[in-house]
């Protein structure tokens, strides 16, 4: 923050190039937002995916230590994006919202800058993830690698919106203990973690990681033309109602 009050800044359409850099060195100093982001991914990788009999049973053109793999990615990447732009409500409460009226940054950068640096932090959170299965047993087609491992992280915005809407709405002595629990709600509802049947599996259309997990595995899963459409529907629904309610917060909060 000082250095942002008692230098000339260098912009780009408002945006800080700087603030970028302090901003991702504060992030990938936080213990706690990497264990959750780099480490718990792979780790359940690891203990659900790689067993012997997940590595020989095929899913579509791949193999289930594959879809796990995949799966974990998604799951990784949402807890980074998620948690690293829900970091607002710890600044908010310390008055930074406030501050930054008095710095060259516009509030608009400032929302750019937060959803920039947690869409780096899913980027590391898939790459480690990805780099795991390739070395216990993932089986993908060529292209599904590429292709699986671009849609888990661009997918993963609609959770970097998400967090910013948690993150104006919540308090901050509640929004990271509330986050944790309904992330793996929300994923155990989308079939993120396992495959749902029945009414269960209807329901689970509806729920946000469900689109994201769908496409992401649809390189190599193969489902059907209807499934693709309705995750397409999900993922822009859910991206346009988490980006309205954060930019309706967002004002609100900077209004007072």
Known sequence: ?????????????GFQPAFLGLEL???????????????MPPLFFIIFGTTSANRTESVGSGNVTGYVMVSMAVYGALLATTTGAARVSVERAAGWSRQL????????????TKI??????????VTVVFVAGAFLGAQLPASAWVSCFLLAWIGSLV?????????????AENVM????????????????????????????????????????????????????????????????????????????????
């Open 101 to 112: 009226r008095l710095t060259p940054l516009q509030p608009l950068a400032y929302i750019a």
């Open 116 to 125: 920039a640096v947690a869409m780096v932090l899913g980027l590391l959170s």
């Open 1 to 13: 923050m000082t250095t942002l009050e008692t230098r000339p800044a260098r912009t780009v359409g």
């Open 25 to 39: 060195r504060r992030t990938l100093r936080d213990k706690r937002t990497l264990i959750f982001a780099l480490v």
């Open 159 to 171: 959770f970097a919106a998400f967090g910013l809407f948690v993150g104006y709405l919540l308090p």
């Open 177 to 256: 203990q509330l986050l944790g629990v309904s992330l793996a709600l929300l994923s155990f509802a989308g079939g993120l973690f396992m495959p749902l049947h029945g009414w269960f599996d209807t329901v689970s259309k509806v729920v946000p990681t469900n689109g994201i997990a769908t496409l992401a595995r649809a390189p190599f899963a193969e489902p059907s033309a209807a499934g693709v459409v309705l995750a397409i529907v999900n993922v822009l629904a859910w991206a346009a109602i988490f980006t309205i309610g954060s930019a309706v917060l967002f004002r609100r909060d900077t209004a007072r």
